[in-house]
C-alpha cells in the first residue's frame, strides 16, 4: 500500500527526497535586524490537542501532547530512524544550536520525534536514538499506533511522508519532509523551519522565538 500525504504549504518548499542528501530549502523571513530561517504559519496551526505515545520515560508509553510546558518551547520533527542523512544531520544541527544557546535559554527547550516508520521504529529504539544526539535535553519518543493516526497528527503539523509500497518484510524506501517546528505552551505552531537550518542560524532564530513568543520572559 502506498502511503502519501500532500497537504497545501505556504511559503516554505518541502524537501521530500527520500532522504537524499540535496540542499536545504526553505524561506526567510526578515525581522527588526536580522534575517530568519523559516516562517511564522498563518493562519496559527494549533496541535495542541493532538495526542502521541510517548515511549522516552515509560516503556508501554504515556499519552503525550503537543505542548510545550509553561514558558517552554517543543521542537518537533518527522523522520525516521533508518534515514541516512537528513534526520541525523538536523539531529545534529539542533543539538549543536542548543548546547551553544544560552544555558538559561536551552533548558526551556525539549524535543519531540514523530517516527513516519511505524512498521519499523518502535519506542525504544526511537529513545535510544535520541539519546545520542541530546543526553541533557528532554526529548520525546513518538510513535502513532496506525497510519491513521500518523496521518492525522502530521497533515495538523503540515509534515510530508511517504511509504513505498511493499510486500511484508520486503525493503522499502521512506521519504518525508525536514522541516522542524517550534510550538508553544499553547500548543500553537509558531515557527517553521527547513532542513539545512544550522547550528549558528538555531540559536538565532530560537532566541528570536522566545523573545516574540514569551516578551519579558
Given at each position: ?19 537524499s ?15 530568519l ?13 493532538l495526542?502521541l ?31 541516512p ?5 538536523t539531529?545534529?544541527?539542533t543539538?549543536a ?19 513516519v ?32 493516526q ?19 518484510g ?9 522541516g ?15 532542513f ?22
Amino acid at each position: 500500500m502506498k502511503r502519501l500525504l500532500l497537504p497545501v504549504l505556504v511559503v516554505l518548499t518541502i524537501v521530500i527526497a527520500g532522504c537524499s542528501s540535496g540542499g536545504s530549502s526553505g524561506s526567510t523571513a526578515t525581522t527588526g535586524v536580522e534575517q530568519l530561517r523559516g516562517y511564522q504559519p498563518r493562519p496559527v496551526r494549533s496541535v495542541g490537542g493532538l495526542e502521541l505515545n510517548d515511549f522516552s520515560t515509560v516503556a508501554s508509553g504515556v499519552p503525550f501532547n503537543f505542548v510545550a510546558q509553561p514558558g517552554e518551547l517543543l521542537f518537533v520533527y518527522f523522520g525516521y530512524l533508518t534515514c541516512p542523512d537528513i534526520c541525523p544531520t538536523t539531529m545534529t544541527d539542533t543539538a549543536a544550536g542548543l548546547a551553544s544557546l544560552d544555558p538559561a535559554l536551552a533548558e526551556r527547550v525539549e524535543v519531540a520525534f514523530v517516527t513516519v516508520d511505524i512498521e519499523r521504529d518502535s519506542g525504544a529504539e526511537v529513545t535510544e536514538y535520541l539519546s545520542h544526539f541530546f543526553p541533557s535535553t528532554q526529548t520525546h519518543s513518538l510513535v502513532a499506533v496506525d497510519e491513521h493516526q500518523l496521518t492525522g497528527i502530521s497533515y495538523k503539523f503540515g509534515a510530508n511522508w511517504n511509504v513505498e509500497s511493499h510486500e511484508p518484510g520486503a525493503a522499502y524506501g521512506v521519504a518525508h519532509s525536514g522541516g522542524m517546528y517550534a510550538v508553544d505552551d499553547t500548543g500553537s505552531i509558531v515557527w517553521e523551519w527547513p532542513f539545512g537550518t544550522n547550528a549558528d542560524e538555531l540559536v538565532a532564530l530560537t532566541e528570536s522565538i522566545f523573545a516574540s513568543t514569551y516578551p519579558g520572559g
